[in-house]
């Protein structure tokens, strides 16, 4: 996949090759995806000053200027510094000088010559792994030419929490960024084929809604090694058929219902310790249930209509036990409409005029 004209050349490029990723890339284009460039792999991501010395190579600028003049028109770019980025201490990648870890300059480095090239503005961000955010992370919060963290999570329960940590840290900074995850674990699961896992109950309860409902801004979805059409060898992406539904109903009930921009997580609102609230306080407040149940929920004064949405199945809003509450200090929203063992979207809005 490396775009010059022999593998180790690194100031030629095959332009014959760029032209055939370009096909895939309008591709894309034309179905509303985004395109992601992840810049390097851990196992590379000193590749370039290895080769010709010093923090920042001549070869590595050339081949961040060389993609985004070709490529940096498409829609909805994302430039990813590096996967993984950061790790230095695997057991049997030490002593490769490939393998040395980017610094913090180093970083901030390079999305201040990505920003300062790119016409278009794209956003910037950097992926990292379980139990190095803090380090990776931490330094590069308000830095100015980077918009946001790459997650990768271990643990997919744990989503919720490590998107809401961002959002709030990045606020606080004065720089906020836009949170997505982009890889659950573990690496041997992921996202399994639907012949395995038809409902994709834990990454759809604990991965996309967790993610979205801590304002988090989406999810990609990684297929792990041990099942059929894995990430290295994946021909079909139809064997994750349903998950992409179930990701497509999150999208539409977000974009149809709620005026997400303007809304923030509150879990202090609802009285279920499982429940996630995502709130414009007095206007509209969705309440995720995915371990099913009911809640309580904390209002100001007035009326609010209760519907109910399906995340299993989409569909138009329904009606459950309650269909409208007076705002108190907190107050139950009721029962779903069906299989309240099941997650559940309660949306509940003012009435006032």
Known sequence: ????????????????????????????????????????????????????????????????????SRFGHHNAITWNIGEENGWNDKDWDKGN??????????????????????????PVVVHTLPGRYDEIYEPLLGYPSLEGPSLQMGKVEEVHQETLKWVNRSREAGRPW??????????????????????????????????????GAGCEWYFGYEFAHNDLNLEDFRSRDRM??????????????????????DDDLVSNPSAYCFAKPGEVY???????????????????????FDPRNGGPLQTGSRDQVTGAE??????????????WVALVRSAEE
């Open 286 to 308: 969705a309440i995720y249930l995915g371990e099913g149940g009911t809640t309580g929920l904390s209002l100001p004064e007035g009326t609010y209509s209760i519907d109910w």
């Open 244 to 265: 992409w539904d179930l990701t497509r109903f999150a999208v539409e009930f977000f974009q149809t219902y709620l005026p997400f921009e303007e809304m923030y997580s």
């Open 1 to 68: 996949v490396w775009p010059y004209s022999q593998r180790d050349e690194r100031y030629r490029f095959d332009c014959s090759k760029l032209e055939q990723w370009n096909v895939v890339f309008d591709h894309m284009d034309n179905l509303g995806m985004m395109l992601h460039f992840v810049l390097t792999e851990t196992e590379n991501e000193s590749l370039f000053e290895s080769e010709e010395g010093g923090t920042f190579a001549n070869a590595r600028k050339i081949y961040y200027r060389e993609l985004i």
């Open 97 to 122: 000088p490939q393998k040395v870890a980017n610094t913090d300059d180093q970083r901030k480095a390079f999305a201040s010559y990505i920003r300062t090239v790119d016409p278009y503005d794209s």
């Open 330 to 343: 907190s107050v139950s929203i009721g029962d779903p409409p069906a299989e309240s063992n099941r997650d």
């Open 178 to 215: 836009f949170v997505c995850l982009d890889e659950i674990g573990p690496a041997s699961t992921g996202v399994k084929p639907d012949a395995d896992d038809p409902d994709h109950d834990e990454v759809r309860r604990y991965g996309l809604w967790g993610n979205l409902m801590a304002g």
